[in-house]
C-alpha cells in the first residue's frame, strides 16, 4: 500500500536533500498550491481564489489583476515570466472580454424570457445569438493561448527533468 506524503513533509525532506540555492532554483521554475489555496508560480506569482475571480499578484510589484478562469491566469503569469508581453496583453484582454459576453449573453437570456411582444423578442434572440458567438470566439482564442502557455511549460518539465536526471 503507497503511502501519500503532505506537501509539508515533502518540503522538509526537499529543504534537507537541497541547498537552498537548489530549493530557489526550483521553486523559479515549479507551479504549487499552497495549503491556503493559493498558487504558487515560478517563484514570482501568486494566484488566490477571491469570490467569482482569481486575484494574481506579483511579488515584489504593485501587479495585481483579475481575472475569470483560474487557466487565463496562470497562462497570463507563464507569458509575463518568459517576457512574451504581448500573448500576456492579449490574454488579459481576452479574459476581459469574455466577462463582458458572458454577462451580455445573461442579460438577453433573461430579456427573451421575459418579453411578450415578438418583434423585440427576435431582436433580443439576435443579440443573444452575437453574443454566445463572440463569448465562444473569444474562448476558442484564450483555449490557443492557454495551448501555448501548456507547451513551454512542458518543454520546461522536459528541460529541466532532463538537466537534474544526469546530476
Known amino acids: 500500500m503507497k ?15 537541497l541547498s537552498k540555492e537548489k530549493l530557489s532554483e ?14 504558487n508560480l515560478f517563484g514570482a506569482y501568486l494566484i488566490r481564489p477571491a469570490g467569482y475571480v482569481f486575484v494574481l499578484t506579483k511579488k515584489n510589484t504593485h ?3 483579475d481575472f475569470t478562469d ?4 496562470v497562462t497570463w503569469a ?14 488579459l484582454e481576452l479574459d476581459m472580454k469574455l466577462t463582458g459576453a458572458v454577462e451580455n449573453v445573461k442579460i438577453y437570456e433573461g430579456l427573451c424570457r421575459k418579453t411578450k411582444n415578438i418583434d423585440t423578442k ?10 454566445r458567438i463572440k463569448r465562444n470566439t473569444i474562448l476558442s482564442e484564450l ?9 513551454w511549460q512542458y ?3 522536459e528541460i529541466n527533468s532532463s538537466k537534474y536526471s544526469k546530476q
Do not use: C, P, W
Request: charged fraction near 30%; aromatic fraction near 8%; glycine fraction near 2%.
Open 78 to 91: 507563464t507569458f509575463d515570466h518568459i517576457n512574451n508581453i504581448n500573448s500576456a496583453r492579449k490574454v
Open 143 to 151: 483555449e490557443s493561448h492557454i495551448g501555448k502557455a501548456k507547451e
Open 63 to 65: 501587479t495585481e489583476i
Open 3 to 17: 503511502r501519500k506524503i503532505s506537501e509539508v513533509k515533502m518540503f522538509a525532506i526537499l529543504t534537507k536533500l
Open 122 to 131: 427576435i431582436i433580443y434572440l439576435s443579440k443573444l445569438q452575437e453574443n
Open 155 to 157: 518543454k520546461q518539465f
Open 70 to 73: 483560474l487557466k487565463n491566469a
Open 26 to 39: 526550483l521553486e523559479r521554475q515549479s507551479i504549487y498550491k499552497d495549503q491556503e489555496g493559493t498558487y
